[in-house]
């Protein structure tokens, strides 16, 4: 079993629409918890970045974690065909020093599509 | 700016050849990380550097090889041991709280 499972898509919305990109871990060290996006041929961006559970949100974006159901979302409003793009959700343990040096373990990606 | 830079953008290698993909950052991060994406498979770690003349193995070192004599610094060496390297190579570093990516060079094997 893998220790970070994410839906590969692909996930095709029209413009406007909210999306939901979920992962799930089975490792209960993870304390930090990121999201990227990847356009095609480039390299990840950090989106969104967490340690805590609950919601985070900026602009558009909602990050949402639940620790006690290993469960991550992220929740794109009124998607837009710039956000076109595989996501990709990342997490690991609390490094030495508290820091997040060590391993950082991902997600396959989720491929999504917004057409006008 | 400041950013992680990778050389080449494309890279194409003979089989029995070793080649090194360049990486290099100026935002005055101690850690940096290879990582090798595939298809289907995400991002899986090949190396990783917490401090200059330190470096560990990730998940899939085998047939790669590093080095960290500059801080500033990351080359990674694909060997002809490696026995499938056509993949999309990621060099990142990282600050007390996130990680940062560089733009990637494809490799692909003749």
């Known amino acids: 079993q893998k220790e970070v499972e994410q839906d590969p898509g692909p996930l095709s919305v029209p413009e406007g629409a909210i999306v939901s990109l979920n992962c799930t871990y089975s490792?209960?060290?993870?304390?930090?918890f990121m999201w990227y996006r990847q356009y095609s041929r480039k390299g990840p961006e950090l989106l969104m970045y967490?340690?805590?559970?609950g919601n985070k949100e900026d602009g558009r974006f909602t990050a949402q974690v639940d620790k006690s159901s290993k469960y991550i979302s992220l929740f794109i409003r009124d998607s837009q065909p710039s956000d076109s793009a595989t996501y990709l959700c990342?997490?690991?343990?609390?490094?030495?020093?508290?820091?997040?040096?060590?391993?950082?373990?991902f997600g396959q990606g989720t491929i999504l599509t917004v057409h006008p | 700016d400041g950013g992680i830079t990778q050389s080449p953008k494309y890279l194409f290698r003979k089989e029995g050849q070793n080649v090194t993909l360049s990486c290099e950052q100026n935002?005055?991060?101690?850690?940096m990380y290879w990582y090798r994406q595939d298809p289907g498979q995400g991002l899986r770690l090949i190396y990783y550097?917490?401090?200059?003349?330190?470096?560990q193995k990730g998940d899939i070192a085998e047939g790669y090889s590093v080095s960290r004599e500059k801080k500033e610094s990351f080359p990674l060496t694909v060997t002809s041991a490696q026995k499938n390297p056509t993949a999309f190579y990621l060099c990142?570093?990282?600050?007390?709280?996130?990680?940062?990516f560089g733009p990637g060079t494809r490799l692909t094997v003749l």
């Open positions: 990342a997490m690991s343990a609390v490094g030495a020093g508290g820091t997040s040096y060590g391993k950082l373990t």
């Open positions: 550097s917490q401090i200059v003349n330190d470096f």
């Open positions: 490792n209960s060290a993870f304390q930090y």
């Open positions: 967490t340690y805590s559970s």
């Open positions: 990142a570093s990282s600050n007390r709280d996130s990680r940062f």
């Open positions: 935002l005055n991060h101690d850690a």
